[in-house]
Protein backbone atom coordinates (compact mmCIF):
# COMPACT_ATOMS: atom_id res chain seq x y z
CA UNK A 1 0.00 0.00 0.00
CA UNK A 2 1.13 3.02 -1.25
CA UNK A 3 -0.72 5.13 1.95
CA UNK A 4 1.86 3.70 4.40
CA UNK A 5 4.82 5.63 3.24
CA UNK A 6 2.74 8.79 3.01
CA UNK A 7 1.55 8.83 6.59
CA UNK A 8 4.86 7.83 8.10
CA UNK A 9 6.52 10.94 6.23
CA UNK A 10 3.47 13.48 7.93
CA UNK A 11 4.04 11.77 10.55
CA UNK A 12 7.49 12.19 11.19
CA UNK A 13 7.19 15.66 10.09
CA UNK A 14 4.84 16.83 12.23
CA UNK A 15 6.89 15.24 14.97
CA UNK A 16 10.34 16.28 14.45
CA UNK A 17 8.68 20.23 15.28
CA UNK A 18 6.99 18.90 18.72
CA UNK A 19 9.86 19.70 20.72
CA UNK A 20 10.07 23.79 19.79
CA UNK A 21 8.53 26.51 22.64
CA UNK A 22 4.98 27.02 22.68
CA UNK A 23 4.04 29.73 20.11
CA UNK A 24 -0.05 30.84 19.70
CA UNK A 25 0.11 29.88 15.90
CA UNK A 26 0.91 26.11 17.01
CA UNK A 27 -0.72 23.57 18.45
CA UNK A 28 1.24 20.32 19.49
CA UNK A 29 -0.57 16.65 20.19
CA UNK A 30 0.97 13.96 21.65
CA UNK A 31 -0.36 10.64 23.00
CA UNK A 32 0.55 6.40 22.56
CA UNK A 33 1.29 6.82 18.87
CA UNK A 34 0.72 10.39 18.37
CA UNK A 35 3.02 13.32 18.13
CA UNK A 36 2.06 15.90 15.71
CA UNK A 37 2.16 20.11 15.28
CA UNK A 38 -0.66 21.96 13.89
CA UNK A 39 -1.20 25.65 12.72
CA UNK A 40 -3.64 26.83 14.39
CA UNK A 41 -6.08 30.18 14.26
CA UNK A 42 -7.34 30.50 17.26
CA UNK A 43 -10.74 32.06 17.75
CA UNK A 44 -12.09 33.48 20.93
CA UNK A 45 -14.54 36.02 20.14
CA UNK A 46 -18.56 34.97 19.79
CA UNK A 47 -18.16 36.29 15.77
CA UNK A 48 -15.54 34.19 15.23
CA UNK A 49 -16.81 31.05 16.89
CA UNK A 50 -19.93 31.55 15.16
CA UNK A 51 -18.25 31.92 11.49
CA UNK A 52 -15.80 29.41 12.56
CA UNK A 53 -14.50 27.53 8.79
CA UNK A 54 -17.81 28.14 7.25
CA UNK A 55 -17.59 28.93 3.13
CA UNK A 56 -13.60 27.60 3.32
CA UNK A 57 -13.18 24.97 0.16
CA UNK A 58 -9.98 23.85 1.70
CA UNK A 59 -7.90 23.35 5.12
CA UNK A 60 -4.27 22.72 4.31
CA UNK A 61 -2.89 19.56 6.12
CA UNK A 62 -1.63 19.81 9.33
CA UNK A 63 -3.95 23.31 10.06
CA UNK A 64 -6.98 23.73 11.96
CA UNK A 65 -8.95 25.97 13.93
CA UNK A 66 -8.87 26.34 17.89
CA UNK A 67 -11.94 27.32 19.50
CA UNK A 68 -11.01 28.40 23.23
CA UNK A 69 -13.98 29.71 25.98
CA UNK A 70 -13.38 31.60 28.39
CA UNK A 71 -14.29 28.50 30.97
CA UNK A 72 -15.10 24.67 30.80
CA UNK A 73 -18.81 23.99 29.47
CA UNK A 74 -20.81 21.87 27.61
CA UNK A 75 -20.57 23.09 23.61
CA UNK A 76 -22.04 21.75 20.24
CA UNK A 77 -21.31 22.49 16.99
CA UNK A 78 -22.95 22.37 13.86
CA UNK A 79 -21.74 22.03 10.11
CA UNK A 80 -23.89 24.95 8.76
CA UNK A 81 -22.40 26.42 5.70
CA UNK A 82 -19.26 24.19 6.40
CA UNK A 83 -17.45 22.95 2.56
CA UNK A 84 -14.99 20.35 3.99
CA UNK A 85 -15.20 17.54 5.94
CA UNK A 86 -13.42 18.06 9.77
CA UNK A 87 -12.94 15.92 12.72
CA UNK A 88 -13.88 17.91 16.15
CA UNK A 89 -11.54 17.36 18.85
CA UNK A 90 -13.58 18.02 22.48
CA UNK A 91 -10.74 19.10 24.85
CA UNK A 92 -10.76 19.52 28.67
CA UNK A 93 -9.45 22.70 30.30
CA UNK A 94 -6.33 20.47 31.03
CA UNK A 95 -5.42 20.17 27.43
CA UNK A 96 -6.77 16.23 27.37
CA UNK A 97 -9.01 15.15 24.70
CA UNK A 98 -12.27 14.33 25.71
CA UNK A 99 -13.91 13.42 22.74
CA UNK A 100 -13.44 13.29 18.92
CA UNK A 101 -15.82 13.61 16.37
CA UNK A 102 -14.87 12.07 13.24
CA UNK A 103 -15.63 13.08 9.45
CA UNK A 104 -18.26 15.82 10.20
CA UNK A 105 -20.55 16.06 6.98
CA UNK A 106 -20.58 19.18 5.08
CA UNK A 107 -23.36 21.79 5.50
CA UNK A 108 -25.26 18.94 8.08
CA UNK A 109 -27.45 21.26 10.75
CA UNK A 110 -27.31 18.55 13.49
CA UNK A 111 -25.91 19.56 16.72
CA UNK A 112 -22.73 17.43 17.24
CA UNK A 113 -22.37 17.81 21.34
CA UNK A 114 -18.86 17.48 22.91
CA UNK A 115 -19.87 14.73 25.23
CA UNK A 116 -19.37 16.28 28.38
CA UNK A 117 -19.76 19.57 30.46
CA UNK A 118 -16.31 20.46 30.83
CA UNK A 119 -14.99 21.18 27.46
CA UNK A 120 -12.61 24.30 27.29
CA UNK A 121 -11.04 24.02 23.65
CA UNK A 122 -12.13 22.04 20.37
CA UNK A 123 -10.09 22.00 17.43
CA UNK A 124 -11.25 21.50 14.12
CA UNK A 125 -9.24 19.56 11.75
CA UNK A 126 -9.36 18.07 8.10
CA UNK A 127 -12.22 15.26 8.15
CA UNK A 128 -9.94 11.73 8.75
CA UNK A 129 -6.76 13.30 10.22
CA UNK A 130 -7.60 12.35 14.06
CA UNK A 131 -8.10 8.82 13.46
CA UNK A 132 -4.85 8.98 11.18
CA UNK A 133 -3.13 10.03 13.81
CA UNK A 134 -4.47 8.34 16.45
CA UNK A 135 -5.60 11.35 18.10
CA UNK A 136 -8.30 10.05 20.56
CA UNK A 137 -9.99 10.70 24.45
CA UNK A 138 -6.79 10.76 26.56
CA UNK A 139 -4.32 12.43 24.28
CA UNK A 140 -2.85 15.36 25.75
CA UNK A 141 -2.62 19.09 23.88
CA UNK A 142 -0.18 21.63 24.24
CA UNK A 143 -0.61 25.30 23.46
CA UNK A 144 -0.25 28.65 25.21
CA UNK A 145 -4.21 29.27 26.12
CA UNK A 146 -4.15 26.24 28.50
CA UNK A 147 -3.53 27.71 31.71
CA UNK A 148 -0.21 26.07 32.98
CA UNK A 149 -1.15 25.35 36.56
CA UNK A 150 -4.09 22.65 34.35
CA UNK A 151 -2.37 21.35 31.95
CA UNK A 152 -1.59 17.73 31.80
CA UNK A 153 1.16 19.06 29.44
CA UNK A 154 2.22 22.83 30.07
CA UNK A 155 3.76 24.92 27.70
CA UNK A 156 7.72 25.24 28.58
CA UNK A 157 9.09 28.75 29.05
CA UNK A 158 11.47 30.33 26.44
CA UNK A 159 14.37 30.82 27.98
CA UNK A 160 15.41 35.08 28.13
Known amino acids: MKILPVLALLVAFASSAVAQVCDPQFLDVRGDGVSARFEVEVVETPQDKARGLMF ?16 PQRVSFWMRNTLIPLDMIFIGADGVVRNVHANAKPGDETGIPGGSDDIQFVLEVNGGLARMLNIVPGVEIQHPAIDA ?4 WPCEIAAE
Do not use: H, T
Open 149 to 152: SLAA
Open 56 to 71: RESLPMFSGMLFVYDR
